[in-house]
């Protein structure tokens, strides 16, 4: 069974950094799949933040080019999100998500298999 556990959320000021990981067990996604971050702010529905391929291949929703990045430790199964410049529209609580198949696109909801239950990131102005 496959479970993703989020940690590194917390509360920030803007301009800040935070590094999300997502620890995977039950699977590796290192030589298939791929691994993604949503995220779901209050009213919001949730949304595409960052995807890596098991190819090492990344995505990147427009909103977060140039300020987030997405990495792994294969060794350690783990993805991380490392979050610069953050700001008060970054507020949500962030998902780990990941999936079995690759496809075109890591934007799609639908397309994961598999949930963490998510870690609350606050960025105060």
């Known amino acids: 069974q496959v479970q993703l556990a989020e940690s590194g959320g917390g509360l920030v000021q803007a301009g800040g950094s935070l590094r999300l990981s997502c620890a995977a067990s039950?699977?590796?996604?290192?030589?298939?799949?791929?691994m993604g971050w949503f995220r779901q702010g209050p009213g919001k529905e949730r949304e595409f933040v960052a995807g890596i391929r098991w190819s090492g291949t990344t995505d990147y929703a427009d909103s977060v080019k140039g300020r987030f990045t997405i990495s792994r430790d294969n060794a350690k199964n783990t993805v991380y999100l490392q979050m610069n410049s953050l700001k008060p529209e970054d507020t949500a609580v962030y998902y780990c998500?990941?999936?079995?198949?690759?496809?075109?696109?890591?934007?799609?909801?639908?397309?994961?298999?598999?949930w963490g239950q998510g870690t609350q990131v606050t960025v105060s102005s």
């Open positions: 998500a990941a999936m079995d198949n690759v496809y075109f696109t890591l934007s799609r909801a639908g397309l994961y298999d598999y």
């Open positions: 039950g699977r590796t996604f290192t030589s298939s799949g791929a």
